[in-house]
Each structure stands twice: as structure tokens, then as C-alpha cells.
């Protein structure tokens, strides 16, 4: 019995992977530049981990000290949100391109950043959001390794995303400078 479910899970898994492959979609360019042309699996699925997420510090290019997560990818915070109540805006296809950071089942592991300013909101489909200073996190699906912040700036899905310090303010937002963008980003979602 143990052999034919775990026969019948995998299948399960290729298949909603396939499914998952068919469904990308890219984004309306405004400003030339396209979207990814897919969001991978775990995209869709969000940053989850089994035991409980972990947030953690890290100095990337010229954002400084940012949060990521315990991948190092970059976390995002997105201007639509609100954090006052913590409400997260992003869903469907947005969130298929900011895969929301998923709090997973433990408590999150936090490494520079404050345990007392992480907390969670429950997404639209139930599942647990983590947040810092109130805001929901995002990964982009458009960065591709550690220390990849190619969503910073992007005006995308009714908003600026950015990514996130350690008290959860926009990184690069208060030098004046205006905010990098990749060429990955563009378009609406």
C-alpha cells in the first residue's frame, strides 16, 4: 500500500507541475521590457518551508543591509499593502509573480532582524503570510539567486515593490535616489 501512494504522490506532482508550466502567463510591457515568462513551481507555491520560515540580514549590492530569506533571496514589501492593519493585496497572478513568504507550521527563524517586529497575516486562501513591521513579504519570481534584487523599484500589480531592512522600511527609498530597476521588470500583472 505504502509503494502504490507513494507511486500515485509523485504523479501527482509531475502532473501539477505540468499543469503549473502550462498556466504562466507574461505581463503587458509599458516600458519595453518584459516579465518572466514563467513563475516556477515553488513561485506559485509561495517561500514555505516545513518547520517555520527564517528571515535573516544580508548586504546586497547597493541596497545595503536587506532582509532575505533562508534561501537569500530578497524580500519585498509592495506600496499596495497596507501594514496598519497587515493586509496583503497581491493574489492570483500577482502572487504567482511575488510568491508570498509563508510562515510554514513553526515559529520563523530570525537572524538581524528583530522576533518582535515579525508577525503573519492570513492570506485570502488561509494561509499564513509572515510580515515585518506589519508589512506582508514577497519574493520575485524574476530573481533568480542569492543576492538577485531585480523587483526592487518595479512599478507593477498597482504599486512600487521594494526591498525590505531589518525594521522594515523600503531599502534605497530614503537616499533620494530613484530606485534600480532590471531588465526583467515591466509591465503590469
Do not use: E
Amino acid at each position: 500500500m505504502t509503494r502504490a501512494r507513494t507511486l500515485m504522490m509523485s504523479f501527482a506532482a509531475v502532473a501539477g507541475a505540468a499543469v503549473l508550466a502550462a498556466c504562466g502567463s507574461s505581463g503587458n510591457s509599458n516600458s519595453g521590457s518584459s516579465a518572466p515568462s514563467s513563475a516556477s513551481s515553488s513561485a506559485a507555491t509561495g517561500s514555505s518551508v516545513s518547520s517555520g520560515a527564517a528571515l535573516k540580514t544580508a548586504s546586497v549590492g547597493s541596497l545595503g543591509t536587506i532582509v532575505v530569506d533562508g534561501k537569500g533571496m530578497t524580500v519585498y514589501r509592495f506600496d499596495a499593502d497596507t501594514n496598519k492593519p497587515p493586509a496583503s493585496h497581491c493574489s492570483g497572478s500577482c502572487a504567482g509573480y511575488w510568491p508570498p513568504v509563508l510562515a510554514g507550521t513553526g515559529t520563523a527563524q530570525v537572524t538581524g532582524v528583530s522576533s518582535s517586529m515579525v508577525g503573519t497575516v492570513t492570506r485570502d486562501d488561509g494561509t499564513k503570510q509572515l510580515t515585518l513591521a506589519g508589512w506582508p513579504l514577497y519574493t520575485y519570481a524574476g530573481d533568480h539567486a542569492a543576492g538577485d534584487a531585480n523587483g526592487q523599484g518595479l512599478n507593477l500589480s498597482g504599486g512600487k515593490w521594494w526591498a525590505v531592512t531589518a525594521t522594515g522600511d523600503k531599502a534605497g527609498s530614503s537616499s533620494g535616489s530613484s530606485p534600480s530597476t532590471s531588465s526583467t521588470g515591466g509591465g503590469t500583472y
